[in-house]
């Protein structure tokens, strides 16, 4: 399996709370399988939960900062996504300026206190798997704007299968 990573370190919340999204590429080609996922900030030594939601989302998506896909696994080819600003199918991208008005599907929710960080990584039964061809894609994403907005680090890992 071909594994890739999407992410942005030192971000700074720019006005909408998505902070990585991958949209699957048209079928018929791979499904994208998120393996793992990690948000952390070091823009303040002050203590605070923050709430995070991994949700699906339909067209309108959000404005985005392009993000390349980086290869995880040195002889792999190119992932089918590519960097992107609009959430159109076969993109992936960071740090949403806006979220656009498509509908969110939460997927899971949890908390994790900012100096510590959040990490989800899947155990196998239970990835996240995002049909090509899907009308929608996943979204790390704080359903809530924390207090701080600077030094935020994200990302998904995801394999294709």
């Not at 998120?34 to 309108?60: D, E, F, K, N, P």
């Not at 089918?80 to 929710?109: L, Q």
């Not at 090509?132 to 890992?157: D, R």
């Amino acid at each position: 399996m071909n594994e890739f990573s999407v992410g942005g370190e030192n971000l700074t919340i720019i006005g909408a709370n998505t902070m990585v999204f991958i949209n699957p590429a048209a079928a018929p080609t791979v499904n994208i399988e998120c393996i793992r996922m990690w948000l952390g900030q070091t823009g303040t030594a002050t203590s605070a939960q923050i709430r995070v939601q991994v949700t699906t989302q339909v067209t309108a998506f959000p404005t985005l900062v392009s993000a390349t896909p980086a290869k995880l696994k040195r002889a792999s080819g190119a992932s089918v996504i590519t960097g992107g600003t609009a959430g159109a199918a076969g993109t992936s991208g960071i740090n949403a300026s806006a979220e656009g008005g498509g509908a969110k599907t939460v997927v899971w929710g949890d908390a994790f206190n900012n100096l510590n960080g959040y990490l989800w990584v899947a155990t196998p039964r239970e990835t996240l798997v995002m049909p090509a061809g899907s009308a929608s894609g996943v979204n790390l994403f704080l359903p809530g704007t924390p207090a701080t907005l600077s030094g935020w680090t994200a990302g998904i890992n995801y394999g294709e299968v």
